[in-house]
């Protein structure tokens, strides 16, 4: 019988999903969904619902979130009534809410290990990292709050660039919305990917987003750079990155001297010339690999990439997976090898 069949004949998941004042209010939503919409969807087939999700806090009542809406939290955190599934939310002053929250804290370093599957969203990594339930492991969180978290808790493998990220019976994921692909990722886990593509489908919501894929967005940093030219010459590339690009060149564009242009670049970005481009080719190349049927050397050539080998190389090296691996798990369209 296999893991999802088997399920089906046990009782319901037990989930809690821990707030505390100023938790983000979409981060406890998005996910809280998910596993209703699961049951709904259960239900459609016949089948007793697959989660049994409660709200939990150090206090029991209303617990206000960081815009006009609170949750009202029916379960005080303990080592006693322990669930299968925790799932810690972020908050956006997370530094305030370790201190305010510590009582988190302390009950994740004291149940953690009878806690078959523990969870966190966003910054809410934090309260595991200060729990020591991260120590050696790899995680994410949301790219504001990494070279923070990696800085407190040097312990903690942080890849800042995940949308979610699993080590053993931890997960972690990147900030707001990839709490939704984290829980999707779950469902499957649990039950198959026949519902969670249900729940995808029913809340319009991509289920193909994989834990591996990055947090850039090369359209979304070009909008933040502040200098003008710097932000042209960013969509530039973005137009142009079949082309050769040199940082000369791209210097020449800038009206700037190389060296200048590198270090403004940096500072704008957070990115060298040559990294940002490399991620922003890598960020074309799902895109064509998920969207377009074309065979993978064509793929490497839109992107930019010299060759083939090319392009699977930086897969690996960023993804952990060959670009045919990415297509046959997220393409959307029948597509070539």
């Known amino acids: 019988m296999t893991r999802a069949a088997h399920l089906t004949t046990i009782s319901a998941i037990t989930v809690d999903i821990v707030v505390y004042p100023g938790f983000k209010a979409m981060e406890a939503i998005g996910p809280m969904s998910v596993f209703e919409y699961a049951n709904l969807h259960r239900q459609r087939r016949g089948q007793p619902p697959g989660y049994d999700v409660c709200v939990a806090s150090f206090k029991t009542g209303p617990v206000r979130s960081d815009t006009l809406m609170s949750l009202d939290a029916s379960k005080i ?38 806690i078959p599957r523990l969870t966190s969203l966003c910054s809410g990594a934090f309260f595991l ?20 978290l990696q800085a407190d808790f040097p312990a903690v493998d942080v890849d800042a660039d995940a949308i979610f990220v699993r080590s053993e019976n931890v997960w972690t994921s990147a900030g707001v919305t990839a709490g939704m692909d984290l829980a999707l990722a779950l469902v499957e886990q649990d039950y198959g990917r026949e519902l969670a593509l249900e729940v995808a489908t029913e809340m319009v919501v991509y289920l193909k987003r994989p834990g591996g894929q990055s947090q850039f967005s090369a359209h979304l940093l070009s909008e933040r750079t502040t200098k003008p030219n710097i932000r042209d010459v960013q969509s530039w590339i ?24 590198a270090r403004v670049f940096q500072q704008e970005a957070g990115l060298s010339t040559q990294a940002f481009i490399e991620a922003s080719r890598l960020e074309r190349a799902t895109q064509l690999l998920a969207e ?42 029948g597509a070539l090898t």
Do not use: C
């Open 77 to 114: 955190i303990n080592t006693l009534a322990l669930p299968h599934t925790v799932v810690v939310v972020g908050a956006r002053h997370i530094q305030d809410a370790l201190i305010e929250s510590a009582a988190i804290i302390d009950w994740l370093g004291a149940a953690a290990p009878r």
């Open 129 to 148: 990292a200060a729990a020591g339930v991260l120590d050696g492991k790899r995680a994410t969180t949301h790219w504001g709050v990494a070279d923070r």
């Open 238 to 261: 973005l137009e142009n990155l079949h082309e050769k690009l040199s940082v000369a060149q791209l210097a020449a564009k800038a009206m700037m001297s190389e060296r200048h242009f």
């Open 292 to 333: 377009v049927a074309l065979p993978l050397k064509s793929v490497a050539a839109r992107a930019g990439f010299s060759d083939e080998a090319h392009m699977r190389r930086v897969f690996l090296k960023k993804m952990g997976i060959a670009p045919k691996v990415y297509r046959e798990r997220f393409a959307t369209t």
